[in-house]
């Protein structure tokens, strides 16, 4: 349905986006993962033609959507990464503001708005104003937004970041439905790998402009099948624990979030007992070692040699 071809985007002496090539197919729930940085929000912006290529092209239904956007537009929602809602109306005002941008009018446009507003779980609030939402509700108004026009894809660029547990599984459980109920086609960006892992049947890695991974969720992990993940919590990291978890050649990889230390190793070392007399000659509380089932997060350290969330 689209692709991205060679898609290229330079600012000065920095490409934000180098020679990305991508396939989303009708019905199809797609991840675009990168740390923060990546190229993702570039990426979408030429996807939906708010920012030119420097170099590539992109396709639907295998024509070029640079010279004629429309028919692309017309079947897109966007959710955005910033809220774009008017704070000093209610949420049903928004909703008819933005809806006649679309062309929507009287009946059908009240139609839609109950029927966004039940979707995303406001249609009790919908007499209230936007400021006094919590950040997960006006993301929630903001999906239905997106929503308005019946799109048949829609792009969602980091929809969780900053928003309470709640309104995240909302979301997540919303999108999910959405593509099994209406075969809506998603692009969902995320620096979670649990939240893509969770709802895309594909995945593209993205680091510093480039794609540095593709394929099904599984492929994806079954780069990681001949290691497994040890996961240390510490009472406190020491800096002469990690220099000798670094030099000992058995450990492929080494991440440090908070006081739990990631460790990659191929899958048949045993370190138990090294691990062991490293925390002793370090005088290092181990509070626990788990060896942990392979997670997207793992192979984007095993791919770059540094966590997501560094
Ligand atoms: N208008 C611009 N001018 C110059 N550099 C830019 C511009 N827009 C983006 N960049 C740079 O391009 C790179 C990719 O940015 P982009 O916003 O696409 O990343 P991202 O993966 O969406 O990250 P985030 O999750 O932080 O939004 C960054 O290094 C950014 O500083």
Redesign the pocket.
């Known amino acids: 349905m689209i692709e991205l071809v060679n898609l290229t985007k330079k ?2 002496q ?1 490409n ?2 180098k020679n990305l090539n991508m396939f989303i197919e009708k019905g199809e729930m797609v991840g675009l993962l ?10 979408i912006s030429m996807l939906s033609s708010l920012i030119e290529p420097s170099e590539g092209d992109v396709l639907f239904q295998g024509k070029s959507i640079l010279k004629r956007p429309e028919a692309l537009r017309k079947i897109t929602g966007i959710v955005p ?1 910033e809220i774009a809602l008017y704070e000093d109306l209610t949420a049903q005002e928004n909703m008819e503001f933005f809806g006649r941008l679309y062309q929507l009018r009287g009946k059908q446009l009240q139609g839609k708005i109950t029927e966004v507003l039940e979707l995303t779980g406001l249609i009790e609030r919908r007499k209230e104003v936007v400021k006094t939402f919590s950040g997960g509700m006006k993301r929630r108004l903001n999906i239905g937004v997106a929503m308005l026009h019946n799109p048949e894809f829609l792009i969602m ?2 929809p969780t970041v900053g928003i309470d547990p709640q309104s995240r599984s909302y979301i997540l459980e919303t999108v999910k439905r959405l593509n099994k109920e209406r075969n809506m086609t998603v692009l969902y ?1 995320s ?1 979670y790998m649990e939240e893509v892992e969770f709802l895309c049947d594909r995945i593209y890695i ?1 680091d510093k ?1 480039s794609l540095i991974a593709s394929g099904t969720t599984n492929e994806i992990k079954q780069i990681l099948s001949a290691e497994k993940t040890i996961q240390l919590e510490v009472e406190q990291v020491k800096s002469e624990l990690l220099t000798l978890l670094k030099e000992d050649p058995s450990v492929n990889r080494l991440s440090v979030h908070e006081k739990t230390i990631t460790l990659i190793l191929p899958k048949e070392v045993d370190v138990f007992a090294k691990l062991t007399h490293y925390a002793e000659q370090t005088n290092t509380n181990l509070k626990s070692i788990t060896t942990e089932v392979p997670t997207l997060e793992d192979v984007f350290l095993h791919l770059t040699g540094r966590g997501l969330r560094d």
């Open positions: 600012y000065k920095n934000a986006v990168g740390p923060n940085g990546a190229g993702k929000s570039t990426a990464q660029d980091e960006t620096h993205l402009g």
